[in-house]
């Protein structure tokens, strides 16, 4: 298995009165930027530290124009990151295809950190969040074409020589002849987020990507969106590699399970009830209906409906305690879900930086050796290719 | 009089089988609904149809009209609606359309003028007017929407959009069953490749206006506060024969809130000559 340090860098300084949705239009005058400039440092440090400590990677994603994660540009992140990390993956999770025209862009900046960090990336390609739809004003009616014709041109970009062409319905490209090119071939691991979209799931499976499951549902619902996804390969005529598959879970470890929540929950509730309103706003056409029907399906089990603790821990919406709880609760749930990639999110909301360190290498030294004594610990290489799985 | 009978219809088109609503007898008028793809059981539709012949077509990807995954534009709206207008063996008539249907009605007629005798655009969409924007219809909350379409709020359609806001709030909206939402999600689907982005507008139509030859009526909810004033305004001052009626008491959906007085300012506009 592989173990990663997904960072979400929340900004920290809503005023305690601001009671609006932390997207799209939270007032930006609320926006700190000496504040901003601890954070990404802060930020960085822990990602940095999780080399030392024995991580397999590190994750960064891209949304825009909020306080739930102040990262409009992963990549920006990951260039630092390459140069300052020698030998974790680096996953960008990933870039919003759709918001980016022409998507070559991507392929070329991703090459870029690919060469940077001696082919340590990994590409994820996301549809965005639906509030990003409103943020950019971008049509979400066509979110999935777009993505579907960027993906096309990126792989392309990295698989085929250059110059040749790309005509889409949305994209027309006389020039395609990106450089650089990707260190890994034929191109970088590919990872592919996704909430339970039915389409997303089979495009993957089709693909052999991997899917990675979006956290803050009842653990029932992971259960059922791999299961799924489980079934797309079978579609595909072959079986899921426990690799294809990441489980995206916040993870906080302290000495006892009294001092856990002690120390975690405040911050816990802020992530739930400051930086997560408005993320599920939902625009037309960006879901089909059939896969609204399936997401709606969870939509009571999504963690903004959970009232108490208890409901926490039952739930699984965050993983929480002693090393030997931790670890407990980490087993039961990567043997139910058969993920072979563990994403945890170990800074969450305001969680200081102190309590973040500590977390971190309490799980480092006795959470992280037995998951990988358990289900293997050596960084296996999946290819990212259609030929090579 | 009796209420007249509105039959549906299938018509094939280029773009695939699409609904249409008919009824009544007399010189034809095409009724184009606006993004709640009203339709079914529109009491206006009886109404005007104790005068005309009424045609109310719905467009594709809204009820069961199909094709709207070849609709990317008002400019792909309009040679649909062309082709529709030959399948049904229309030739020049009368043509109304409330909000995106009035937007609708308005790109048709700055084009093909020639195919429109009368034209009536109540609380229409399709400009950009400075400080007047027209609220947000993609994500707001169906309360937030009830107060700008209905001037009652008792109204039963307010009332169910009311019970749906309590349903979301209270565990997300897992407790709404998916096909009471469904049409929705359609109507919001084919009205955003229409009008997300520029939002519910043509930045060219207002300088086309004035190819419009019909006589037109601009018809003004004065409780409409989902499109301001200003909208019906520059349409009655930009289209050359053009009038700006006011009706009081009554929201956005005028269709639904006073069909018979609506029907009635209609009948006697076109009756005008």
């Known amino acids: 298995m592989r173990i990663f340090n997904f960072h979400l860098m929340p900004y920290t300084g809503l005023p305690p009165d601001y009671e609006g949705p932390s997207w799209v239009t939270c007032p930006n005058e609320l926006y700190d930027a000496e504040l901003g400039s601890k954070l990404y440092n802060r930020y960085l440090d822990e990602l940095v530290y999780s080399e030392e400590l024995g991580f397999d990677g590190v994750c960064v994603n891209e949304h825009h124009q909020n306080s739930y994660g102040i990262m409009p540009s992963p990549n920006l992140m990951a260039a630092i990151l390459a140069r300052q990390t020698k030998r974790v993956k680096i996953a960008i999770v990933g870039n919003a295809l759709p918001l980016y025209n022409p998507p070559t862009r991507v392929a070329e900046e991703f090459a870029m950190i690919d060469n940077i960090s001696n082919g340590r990336l990994i590409a994820g390609f996301v549809v965005g969040g639906g509030p990003e739809y409103y943020s950019f004003s971008i049509n979400p009616a066509y979110a999935r074409e777009r993505f579907y014709e960027a993906h096309d ?47 997303t799931m089979d495009f993957v499976a089709k693909h052999r990507y991997a899917y990675m499951g979006i956290p803050y549902f009842h653990i029932d619902v992971f259960e059922r969106t791999f299961n799924q996804f489980r079934e ?15 489980w995206l879970t916040p993870i906080y470890v302290a000495e006892t399970d009294e001092k856990a929540r002690q120390q975690y929950e405040e911050h816990f509730w802020y992530f739930v009830k400051r930086l997560l309103p408005g993320i599920n706003i939902s625009p ?4 089909t209906l059939r896969s ?7 939509i009571g089990s999504f963690v903004s409906s959970v009232k108490t603790w208890d409901e926490v821990e039952d739930g699984n919406y965050a993983i929480v305690g002693s090393p030997a709880t931790v670890l407990e609760k980490l087993e039961r749930n990567l043997e139910r879900l058969g993920t072979g990639n ?6 969450l909301g305001t969680l200081p930086a102190a309590e973040t360190k500590n977390s971190l290498e309490l799980f480092a030294s006795e959470v992280m050796p037995k998951l990988r004594a358990r289900f293997g610990g050596a960084e296996p290489a999946l290819a990212g290719s259609k030929e090579g799985a | ?75 792909d709206a309009v040679f649909h609606l062309l082709d529709l207008f030959e399948r049904l063996g229309l030739g020049p008539c009368s043509v109304m359309g409330l909000s995106l249907g009035g937007w609708m009605a308005a790109e048709l007629a700055t084009r093909y003028p020639e195919k429109i005798t009368k034209l009536i655009l109540a609380n229409p969409a399709g400009l950009y007017v400075p400080g007047a924007n027209i609220k947000d219809i993609f994500g707001r909350t169906p309360s937030q929407m009830a107060g700008d379409l209905f001037a009652d709020q008792n109204h039963p359609v307010a009332a169910l959009m009311h019970q749906m806001d309590k349903l979301i709030t209270e565990g997300g909206g897992a407790s709404i069953p998916f096909e009471m939402i469904k049409p929705q999600i359609q109507s919001m689907t084919a009205t955003a490749r229409l009008g997300w982005n520029p939002y519910l507008h ?3 139509l207002q300088s086309r206006l004035w190819r419009i030859t019909a006589p037109t009526l601009v018809v003004r909810s004065d409780k409409d506060t989902l499109v301001p004033a200003p909208h019906c305004e520059t349409y009655a001052r930009e289209i050359p024969n053009a009038r700006l009626v006011h009706m009081p008491d009554t929201a956005h959906m005028v269709v639904l809130e006073q069909p018979a007085k609506l029907a009635d300012i209609v009948a006697e506009f076109i009756a005008e000559g």
């Open chain 1, 153 to 199: 041109i990126i792989i392309k970009a990295w698989t085929e020589p250059g110059p040749t062409e790309y005509m889409g319905k949305h994209y027309q490209l006389r020039f395609l002849n990106t450089w650089p090119r990707p260190t890994q071939k034929p191109h970088p691991e590919v990872w592919i987020p996704g909430v339970g979209s039915l389409e």
């Open chain 1, 232 to 246: 797309a390969c079978e579609r595909q005529g072959y079986t899921m590699d426990p690799m294809q598959a990441g």
């Open chain 1, 284 to 287: 037309p056409g960006y879901t």
């Open chain 1, 292 to 298: 609204i029907e399936n997401i709606m399906k969870g």
């Open chain 1, 342 to 347: 563990l994403l945890g999110l170990f800074q």
């Open chain 2, 1 to 75: 009089m009796t209420t007249a009978t509105i039959d549906t219809l299938t018509v094939d088109t280029r773009l695939g089988p699409v609904q249409v609503r008919r009824g009544g007898s007399g010189a034809p008028i095409v009724y184009l609904h606006s993004a709640a793809g009203e339709g079914e059981g529109l009491p206006l539709l009886p109404e005007l149809a104790r005068h005309f012949d009424v045609i109310a077509p719905m467009f594709p990807g809204f009820g069961g009209s199909e094709g709207i995954e070849q609709i990317d534009g008002m400019e």
């Open chain 2, 202 to 204: 043509n930045p060219k």
